[in-house]
């Protein structure tokens, strides 16, 4: 696998207050990204096996069902899983991301705008715009990018997810 399809995965992990319980796994076996999209509305979990499914549902069940009984299986080994969880919103923790490109500011006014979006409910929305309004948009997408990119280094490192050369 490539590093840029662990730092996609990871950021479209759902986000805070999500009532989405799946995310992105690392598969050992095929060496693919898997989604698991247990909980929220419409989770096919939720459907008797007899049910009358189209065939993305069955697929979508089946994955959930070999994430499930792989976590079950190797609750006391997480290092035997077949399935690896990629991190989530927790772990990556972008609002830290958001302080620490405003702290590496060298435009104090700059620095103390960013610093003012990023406190209070809405802090992503705002915090957004003020990096467009303030014409540091593709200083911060790559800010965050490299960052990601540091964490999906780490993530496959700690779990031993070699990588192909880019």
């Not at 009358?52 to 997480?78: C, G, H, S, V, Y």
Request: aromatic residues 10%; charged residues 35%; hydrophobic residues 35%.
């Amino acid at each position: 696998m490539k590093l840029d399809d662990f730092v996609q995965a990871m950021q479209s992990q759902p986000g805070f207050g999500s009532s989405f319980e799946g995310g992105a796994y690392y598969d050992r076996q095929t060496n693919t990204i898997a989604e698991s999209t247990r909980g929220g509305d419409g989770c096919v979990d939720d459907l008797d096996d007899d049910a009358d499914l189209e065939d993305w549902q069955k697929e979508e069940l089946e994955q959930n069902r070999l994430i499930e009984d792989d976590e079950a299986a190797n609750l006391e080994t997480p290092s035997k899983r077949r399935f690896v969880l990629l991190p989530d919103s927790f772990e990556i923790h972008e609002w830290r991301m958001m302080e620490d490109f405003s702290i590496s500011l060298d435009n104090d006014d700059h620095a103390a705008q960013l610093s003012e979006a990023i406190h209070g409910s809405g802090a992503f929305g705002r915090f957004k715009s003020a990096v467009h309004r303030l014409g540091l948009a593709d200083q911060w997408y790559a800010y965050r990018d490299a960052r990601y990119r540091e964490i999906a280094l780490e993530f496959c490192k700690e779990n031993n997810i070699p990588l192909e050369e880019t």
